[in-house]
């Protein structure tokens, strides 16, 4: 018995102890590497620390700390130069000259309702509309007497605050049905009701509709809804989401950047359902 | 080593273990919660206008009202659904019958809760959409939650009526009891601890099931007026929204998990008082 508890501490010992210098022997390979800190907004995170493992890989002795916070803290490291470069999920206002961006994706939103349904397309006014509660039968918009099932993703997605922004309404003016978390759950939704109207990321709803799924993108103000149309900038309910930096980008940073736009990094920008931009 | 001397030492480290693990969880619980819990007074949680986080406004009340009713209304399903195919397959079914019919009841045990939750989003929310838009609803969630905990009733009812020892079954044989009155007489006082055991497990399971309640429930941050309405339950809130919560917003997810912790142990104090009573 006391053996064995002897055997069980010395053994845990030893493996705190070399569990320490492994950490340890790391932290100082690693302080002598160039170091390169990104932060802001929790939607471009993943993506950039997807592209941000790529580059490491390509350029071993670089480490990039990739720190999320939003687009606002995003702005004030870089304008402090806490962080070499700051993630933004839309476009620089004009009180923000001193900054440059560069768009390394654009991220848009459709509105999908299921195949079946009649409604050839809805404007700004007509979702706010079904959103807050104003317009509850399909009938009011050109579909069948049925009662609108409403989707609407949960709090903190960065879908949901671009809608919003869109619609310009706060959540808690929403009047939803279904809360659903990420997108296949949102399509999912929309698929197995014939009444329910959701958004979701685009790329995601294009790809289940190439597959055959039973949904439909509704055109928004008169533009059909494609992947094609949030890269030319003309769908309404897009944003691009940059990296900025403080004046024109130099050294790393520089290097990051085009990396970050270039087709190398065009699969992973797919993965995340945002669309590629083109660096020319 | 004679098995008797290590034995002891290899069970303690053991229970040393569950009981560590369980104390770090409770501590990392309430280390997370703590900005809410020092910050917002207690009764914020309660009596904010409603849950939105981004607005500042942490009412959990709803999603715990909506957590509770969930797991009742399946166990009001559950408990006599159980109970009569445990007395089923000990008392009536022919035994080829029962061990067939109890082993579906194992495999139904087996299943995932997505699994459930798949079916439910696929097949049961659009059948109830037909009769009641908008089909995700409470009344969604108990029925799932149903199907999940019906075979821990029955099988810990089965095991329980097995157990109860035949000398009993024969006395009241002798006595002339008819099989109702037996059951109802000898069999059911004699599990009845067994049985309670069973219903409390089942209703932890319950309280506690994610995946397939945030599938089919529809999510709502609301009282339920009818059980056709769309509800949130705290274990789905948690899944929902951890993902992109950040300061406040994330703390108070921790608060509804540390509830939600605090549900289980009454659970587990009334399934002790339960028991002591018993033995008395």
């Known amino acids: ?6 055997f069980l501490i010395v053994y845990s010992l030893y493996f705190v102890v070399t569990m320490g210098c492994a950490t340890q022997l790391g932290a100082q390979t690693k302080s002598v590497t160039q170091r ?13 620390n997807e592209i941000a493992r790529r580059f490491e890989l390509a350029h071993p002795g670089v480490r990039i700390d990739v720190q999320t916070g939003g687009s606002a803290r995003g702005i004030i490291d870089v304008r402090h130069s806490i962080a070499a470069m700051g993630m933004v999920s839309r476009a620089l206002k004009p009180d923000e000259a001193d900054l440059r961006a560069f768009a390394i994706a654009q991220d848009g939103i459709g509105i999908i309702v299921h195949a079946g349904n009649p409604v050839a397309g809805l404007s700004r006014q007509q979702i706010a509309d079904i959103y807050i509660g104003k317009t509850t039968r399909w009938n009011a918009l050109g579909g069948t007497d049925t009662r609108i099932t409403v989707v609407h993703k949960a709090e903190g997605r960065s879908t949901l605050e671009l809608f919003l922004d869109y619609i310009q309404r706060k ?19 929309v698929t197995g009701n014939p009444y329910t109207i959701g958004y979701v990321s685009i ?21 059909a809804a494609s992947v094609e149309a949030v890269r030319q900038g003309v769908f309404p309910l897009s944003r691009p989401l940059n990296l900025v930096t403080l004046g024109e980008p130099h050294g790393l940073a520089r290097q990051f950047i085009e990396f970050a736009r270039s087709p190398q990094v065009y699969d992973l920008v797919e993965a995340q359902y945002f669309v590629p931009v083109n660096a020319d | 080593m004679p098995i008797d001397q290590w034995l002891p030492g290899m069970l303690r480290a053991g229970a040393l273990i569950a009981l560590l693990v369980m104390s770090f969880i409770l501590i990392f619980l309430i280390g997370e919660s703590w900005p809410v819990l020092s910050k917002l007074s207690i009764a914020q949680l309660g009596t904010d206008s409603s849950w939105h986080p981004l607005e500042g406004a942490y009412n959990l009340m709803p999603m715990l009202t909506a957590t509770v009713l969930a797991s009742t209304g399946a166990l009001l399903l559950a408990i006599p659904l159980g109970l009569a195919s445990a007395l089923f397959t000990v008392f009536y079914a022919p035994s080829c019958l029962a061990i067939s019919y109890k082993r579906l009841i194992e495999l139904l045990a087996g299943i995932p809760s997505v699994v459930f939750g798949f079916w439910g989003l696929t097949v049961l929310v659009p059948l109830l959409n037909q009769w009641q838009p908008p089909g995700a609803s409470l009344l969604a969630g108990i029925l799932v939650l149903t199907l999940m905990i019906l075979p821990t009733v029955t099988v810990m009812a089965h095991a329980a009526l097995a157990a109860v020892p035949v000398e009993l079954v024969r006395s009241a044989a002798a006595l002339g009891l008819s099989r109702f009155g037996t059951i109802q007489g000898v069999m059911l006082p004699a599990a009845k601890a067994g049985i309670t055991a069973g219903i409390i497990l089942a209703g932890a399971r319950a309280l506690g099931e994610t995946m397939a309640v945030l599938m089919v429930a529809g999510n709502v941050v609301q009282y339920p007026e009818t059980v056709f309405d769309p509800v949130r339950t705290l274990a789905a809130n948690i899944a929902l929204e951890t993902a992109y919560a950040m300061g406040d917003h994330r703390a108070v997810l921790f608060v509804s998990g540390l509830l939600l912790m605090g549900l289980i142990m009454v659970l587990a104090a009334m399934a002790e008082a339960l028991g002591k009573r018993q033995h008395v």
């Open chain 1, 1 to 6: 018995m006391q053996k064995f508890l002897k």
């Open chain 1, 36 to 48: 390169l800190v990104v932060t802001g907004s929790s939607t471009v995170a993943p993506l950039v």
């Open chain 1, 171 to 189: 959540n808690s003016e929403i009047k939803p049905h279904v809360i659903i978390g990420d997108n296949a759950q949102g399509i999912k939704a």
């Open chain 1, 203 to 223: 790329g995601a709803a294009e790809f289940e509709v190439r597959r055959g799924s039973s949904l439909r993108l509704l055109p928004l103000d008169g533009i």
